[in-house]
């Protein structure tokens, strides 16, 4: 593994195993220089950058059976407003009164698919965005990126699951410095029955870390020192010291200081646990942990199972013991029928692991990039020893009085050589010139074939190719061959990213044990408050559920961001953002976090749209309710104008009677007098 490193650095030690190359059989050194054409480094990155831009998302699901049962109640409460959706519009159209419950889905068919994807109660939303939380505290990116590394270089990675001042962390380990158990048969090493990890630290880091003292760092060190200076000395001491361990030595001084090596082993044990069961007088069944060993009167049962832990000791120095016992923090399910299984802080992959052997990239191209490199060093030895072209020329021939300076004078100057083709009998069919060629051109050609064979062979070993890398060698290339190329590529690398992704799923299955047995002190995750949408400090809220953590990918980021950015500038365009909400979520890095965003922002448009639609509804009614009071008004002012009407009318007609009446009887007075 270390020579693994070396390679993808560039820094193989490949001129010592091949100095049988670059001297002669007297013991010269040949004029060229070692020198590797060594390309691991940027194919590498390639698969890093690319795993590095691929996009994904946490889902985290509630399994036991608690979880599940509430999630049916929960679906069949909103199935039966699903129905009584239809009629709680009608009511709210007849009285304007909101009536339906925003938010749920049009049909059953939309609500099973709602419940399927969507749905997600008050605790695994809070471990969703604590997980989020954690791979921004922790900085997972740069531990995901450092294991696929490993991965890539080694054939391994590992990573160990802690808590660490009150709050989960993941940490990548070197695969140099981990161990496990070599029997293990899967690929994830799930079946792994004991892990370890060695570490250098220097003794003040040694001592705060296991708390050891002045005396226990001094006797450390003497034991260590008398037993390396006289071997003999190691049967008198009460236990076995060896001054190295599998060719690990327990102290080492690096840059003028003294570190001492420490090893913290796991290994898997089994203890029994006992319950008491008993039945009370209404028939139910009461459990509860014991150390009792039997029941006396026969009133309670006592039921005995072993359960799987995971013990740990760390040793120090080759002579010291600390924190032995059982494991700390053990990650357990909940759940009655897994209480018996533990997981260890360890999760580890190694791909292809069938026969107990890894092979890596890197591994499996060494001997060809060794190969390209000797091709190399003896094309520039040919380079080195090589001449210019030229002819053999028969001095014999030369006109008379010439000598040979005179003709390679006439022959750079006019490009002409001047023979006597009869002198001394010569025929004058004979070729005079012989051509000889002491130049580069086919050596360094052959080589250089050689070397690109080379290449297309780590080529087709490692999976990443030209086309992989961006080079396309011609415009005829472009669209089939380049397609054809990639695919190829992808084909060859896609096992290790899917094998990843269930890698991380497993550490993110860990964190989430994690956090609930760090949800004690909740006031750490603060800082998710925001984000949940809910202030859960004020809740009497345990995560007593058994959660499982997916790993989802998705589309690359910079595709992601390129779509989301669309969408926004859409909904800027149709109105339904403004343009400081707009800003707002085009400056946002995380586009789950962007989208999160940017649906709630949709949410209150929506709230702020109701609550004018139920205002201007408002006010219609209101405006219709002032227009029937008017209308009631006027029709009252109009009646009462019609009485008045009648009652001027009928008073002008008994006043227009009595006139006639007196008229009438003046006439017959007239007349009467008339008569007289």
């Known amino acids: 593994m270390q020579e693994s490193y070396q390679f993808f650095n560039n820094t193989q030690l490949s001129a010592d195993k091949f100095k049988y190359l670059q001297t002669s059989d007297t013991g010269e050194t040949y004029p060229a220089t070692w020198f590797s054409l060594n390309q691991l480094r940027s194919k590498i990155r390639v698969l890093v950058g690319e795993l590095m831009a691929r996009g994904y998302d946490f889902d985290v699901r509630a399994i036991n059976k608690e979880a599940k049962s509430r999630k049916i109640t929960k679906l ?238 760390t040793i120090i120095g080759g002579c010291m013991v600390k924190n032995w016992g059982i494991m700390p923090n053990q990650q357990k399910d909940t759940s009655t029928e897994l209480l018996h299984e533990a997981e260890p802080p360890f999760v580890g992959l190694i791909p292809d692991y069938v026969d107990g052997t890894s092979v890596s990239i890197v591994d499996q191209v060494k001997s060809l990039q060794n190969l390209k490199d000797i091709f190399a060093y003896l094309m520039q030895q040919v380079v080195s020893v090589a001449g210019v072209p030229g002819f053999i020329y028969d001095v014999a021939q030369a006109p008379q009085g010439w000598k040979p300076e005179d003709v390679v004078y006439y022959l750079k100057k006019t490009g002409i050589a001047f023979i006597n083709s009869k002198q001394n009998g010569t025929p004058a069919q004979f070729n005079q010139f012989q051509s000889i060629d002491l130049s580069l051109s086919q050596s360094v050609t052959k080589y250089l074939e050689l070397i690109n064979w080379c290449d297309n062979q780590i080529d087709l070993i490692s999976g990443i190719n030209e086309a992989r890398q961006g080079i396309v060698q011609g415009a005829s290339q472009a669209v089939g061959v380049t397609r054809s190329a990639l695919l190829q590529s992808n084909m060859v690398t896609a096992p290790l990213f899917g094998l990843f992704d269930l890698f991380c799923s497993r550490v993110w299955n860990q964190q989430a044990r994690l956090v609930k047995i760090t949800w004690a002190n909740k006031n750490k995750y603060a800082p998710i408050i925001g984000d949940v949408g809910v202030d859960f400090l004020k809740q009497d809220l345990d995560l007593v559920d058994d959660f499982a953590v997916f790993i989802e990918s998705k589309p690359e980021l910079l595709d992601n961001i390129a779509q989301f950015q669309q969408l926004v500038m859409a909904a800027l365009q149709s109105g339904s953002l403004d343009l400081l909400q707009a800003l707002t979520l085009l400056k946002e890095k995380d586009v789950v976090i962007g989208m999160e965003k940017l649906r709630r922002m949709m949410d209150e448009q929506q709230d702020k749209q109701m609550q004018q639609q139920q205002q201007m509804m408002m006010q219609q009614e209101a405006l219709r309710a002032e227009n029937q009071q008017r209308m009631l008004e006027a029709n009252q002012m109009s009646q009462q104008a019609s009485l008045q009407n009648q009652q001027s009318l009928q008073q002008m007609k008994g006043e227009q009677a009595i006139k006639e009446e007196l008229v009438r009887q003046r006439g017959e007075l007239l007349k009467e007098t008339v008569s007289e």
């Open 76 to 313: 069949e409460e909103m199935r039966v407003d699903v129905w009584l959706q239809d009629i709680a519009r009608q009511l709210e159209e007849a009285s304007g009164m909101p009536f339906a419950k925003p938010g749920l889905p049009e049909s059953e068919v939309e609500l099973d698919d709602y419940f399927k994807r969507d749905f997600r109660e008050l605790a695994e939303i809070i471990i969703y965005y604590a997980i989020r939380f954690l791979e921004k505290r922790n900085y997972w990116a740069i531990e995901r990126k450092a294991a696929f590394l490993d991965l890539l270089i080694t054939g391994r990675c590992f990573i160990k699951n802690d808590i660490v001042n009150g709050m989960p962390v993941a940490r990548r380990i070197d695969p140099r410095d981990c161990f496990f158990d070599r029997y293990a048969e899967d690929d994830l090493l799930r079946d792994s029955t004991y892990w370890g990890e060695r570490r250098y630290m220097s003794l003040p880091d040694a001592a705060e870390r296991y708390g050891l003292d002045k005396d226990e760092l001094s006797k450390m060190a003497t034991v260590y020192n008398d037993v390396t200076r006289n071997p003999g000395q190691r049967n008198q001491l009460s236990f076995s010291f060896v001054p190295s361990i599998g060719g690990w030595e327990w102290f080492k001084t690096e840059n003028n200081s003294q570190r001492v090596m420490v090893l913290e082993a796991y290994w898997q044990d089994t203890k029994e646990l006992k319950q008491k069961v008993w039945v009370d007088k209404f028939g139910n069944e009461h459990r509860k942990f014991t150390k009792t060993q039997n029941s006396k009167d026969g009133e309670f049962v006592i039921e005995r199972k072993r359960i799987k832990v995971w013990r740990t000791a």
